[in-house]
């Protein structure tokens, strides 16, 4: 079970750090991700870490953003900076090749 958590409505140029509790499964082993989806488009993959950390994130987010893992809190999270309000969106979280039902995800919003 994914638990995301920690959105809300920040201005401009604001921060957000969103968190994702998974439960029910051995966290650890699992490489995780970060998606979003925008009002009326498809959910797409922002930011990924590997079992032993190795992270990625994409070019729209680079720089801004950085994804972690806590394993002894089963936890992974998402710090967001310098947010603009492209990144309005539902922000969920799964495994990197969604394995898991999605659950409701997070409402992140960026007011201008």
């Known amino acids: 079970q994914l638990q995301a958590s920690g959105g809300g409505l920040v201005q401009a140029g604001g921060s957000l750090r969103v968190s994702c509790a998974v439960s029910?499964?051995?966290?650890?082993?699992?490489?995780m991700a970060w998606f979003r989806q925008a009002p009326g488009r498809q959910r797409k993959l922002v930011a990924r870490?590997?079992?032993?950390?190795?992270?990625y994130v994409t070019d729209s987010v680079k720089g801004r953003f950085t994804i972690s893992r806590d394993d002894a809190r089963n936890t992974v999270y998402l710090q967001m900076n310098s947010l603009n309000p492209e990144d309005t969106a539902v922000y969920y979280c799964?495994?990197?090749?969604?394995?898991?039902?999605w659950g409701k995800g997070t409402q992140v919003t960026v007011s201008s």
């Open positions: 870490i590997s079992s032993t950390g190795v992270t």
């Open positions: 799964n495994t990197v090749i969604p394995s898991f039902s």
């Open positions: 029910g499964t051995t966290f650890g082993r699992y490489a």
